[in-house]
């Protein structure tokens, strides 16, 4: 009989199951990379040869630089804003009782988990009817309908578990509440800030729909990507656009998930 | 100094704190001693300012401040879980509150360097409070309240978190530090042998009223009911009911017969029960029946607890269900009372030992 090794021993088991799914998980996506390097056109196995001419071939498209600027730019505004309208709607939902809260709160998250396609054909109509020209600012509104619930989502843990104390401690102190969020509840919850500035950067840099339904005659790097499927010629290129592009969102959240990490444990500074 | 007028507190529907009246001195260590529920935290924040009161007044030196927020009251607090700001380190902590009154940044330094003195960790200005332990993060909530020089600091449970070695010490410090500043302390804690440490006064709270303000020897020596006698170290209870003959006064106590009553406070009618309490170390303990003049019943010895310096025999007697707990000095050398369990025993007790009190 095996020795027995107690409760808590490795279960290996479960372990190369665990194994088993991420690689399942990740397949599709481990085939973009491995293809971007391709000299072949046609993506189909053996493959041909090392390459990086379809990384040097990026460099010299206009269009797409154009496109990866619009990206950026709509990103960044939508992240910085959708941050700051989301901490004081989470501070307050993790401070104060209302009546209907948590309701309102399960409303707040719903864009979550709605069909982006249903949001931007709802956003398109709007705007139409209030007359509003299409240009990357009303891809900027499309993208924040769909980060403040995420940025929500990522900030609501972080203020519900932050130690109240401090902030009582510093208008025990004598500072009046602004300065109080000021001098402590920023600097002390500022992991999770720029966590969720990040979380909500990649989400807007990535989307597609609400960009397809609500932009003009700029477009956006995905839908730069969309439009060149056309040419198959074009495809290696493209698979080595969307490397990159993986590559970027991967240390963006990954970034974001170990700050979320150092806030939580850097915050308990009262008691072990 | 500090007066807590009809001071009421309701959330909901649980009544907090209520009807509570207190007058706190200048310069005095006042305690606030209670079971977990008692209020005596809610009434503690409603003097810093964190909850509002829902009835009463509460003034510090005649100046009304139950409708101030906390950072417009002179009074600084150390919390329970010491809040000491995880982003800043020591010498930022200690010199939070000093920011906003505008001083040269020589004048801050110094200032904070004599706290650090004063709490025994110069050089640690530039740790991060994370690099602290336990009783360090204590002593700089302690600085960075004191170095307000508020009239009056309020310590939540402050060394509840602490082994009780560092507790002892630092109870000392604390009490100490007390003395050198003259400043008003008023601590919040639910242990008695901490309140009777330090204390100059003591308020004993239960579901929310303050049942009794008195001194440490005060409430120990005359604990006005049961629940404060129970509370403030060990007791024995004995149901007992008192009836007059002629001049005196006597009570017919259960287990311990006919005691003669004399001077004691408590009821004067007749056949009224009364609860008659008795301190484990006013009673004698004797292996051979005393001589007549002195009280005494026999009895049996059921457990014993050694606790080092003294034990504690606990006692059958007829005609009552629980032991009377009995404390003796443990004498060096002689243990006489090792093994003692089922001996006969003589309990003998002087009439001083004798507590009347309400039954309730």
Known sequence: MARYTGFHAPNHTLAIYAAVFAFVLYLPILFIPIFSFNSGVYVKFPLEGFTLQWYVNLLGREPLKAAFWNSVKIAAAVSVLSTVIAVPAALAIARYRMPGKAPAVSFMMLPLVLPGLIMGVALLGLLNRMGVTLSLVTVTIGHMVICLPYAISVLLPRFIGFNRSLEEASADLGEPPLRTFWRVTLPCNYPGILACVLMTFTISFDEYFMAFFLSGPKSTLPMYIWGQLRFPQDFPSLLALSTLILLFSFVLIFTSLRLSKVGQTAQTGALK | ?360
């Open chain 2, 1 to 360: 100094m500090i007066s807590v007028r009809k001071v009421s507190k309701s959330f909901g529907r649980v009544q907090a704190v209520q009807d509570v009246s207190l007058e706190i001195r200048a310069g005095e260590f006042f305690s606030l001693l209670g079971a977990s529920g008692s209020g005596k935290t809610t009434l503690l924040r409603m003097i810093a300012g964190f909850e509002a009161v829902t009835a009463g007044q509460i003034l510090i030196e005649g100046q009304e401040m139950q409708d101030l927020p906390p950072h417009l009251r002179p009074i600084n607090m150390v919390f329970q879980n010491y809040a000491i700001f995880p982003h800043l380190n020591v010498h930022d902590n200690i010199a939070y509150g000093l920011q906003r009154l505008r001083l040269p940044k020589v004048d801050q330094a110094r200032m904070v360097d004599e706290m650090l003195e004063m709490i025994a960790l110069s050089g640690y200005g530039m740790r991060k409070a994370s690099q602290l332990s336990g009783g360090q993060m204590q002593r700089v909530a302690l600085a960075r309240a004191l170095i307000l020089k508020p009239k009056v600091l309020l310590l939540d449970e402050p060394l509840g978190a602490l082994d009780k070695q560092l507790r002892e010490q630092m109870q000392l410090e604390l009490r100490g530090l007390q003395k050198q500043l003259g400043i008003t302390f008023i601590l919040v804690t639910h242990d008695q042998e901490e309140a009777l440490t330090l204390s100059d006064r003591v308020a004993v709270m239960a579901n929310g009223w303050v049942i009794q303000v008195d001194t440490p020897a005060g409430l120990y020596d005359h604990p006005k009911n049961r629940q404060v006698a129970g509370f403030v170290g060990t007791m024995n209870f004995f149901d007992a009911v008192v009836s007059v003959h002629g001049q005196d006064r006597v009570a017919d106590v259960a287990g311990l017969g006919r005691q003669m009553l004399n001077g004691q406070a408590g009821p004067h009618g007749n056949c009224a029960k009364v609860l008659v309490a008795i301190r484990p170390e006013s009673l004698v303990l004797s292996s051979t029946e005393p001589g007549p003049g002195k009280p005494s019943v026999p009895g049996k010895v059921e457990a014993r607890q050694y606790l080092g310096g003294r034990q504690i025999l606990h006692v059958a007697v007829e005609g009552r269900a629980t032991p009377v707990a009995v404390s003796t000095f443990a004498h060096r050398g002689e243990d006489s009372w090792a093994g003692s369990e089922g001996r006969p025993v003589w309990l003998t007790w002087g009439p001083e030992a004798i507590n009347v009190i309400d039954p309730d």
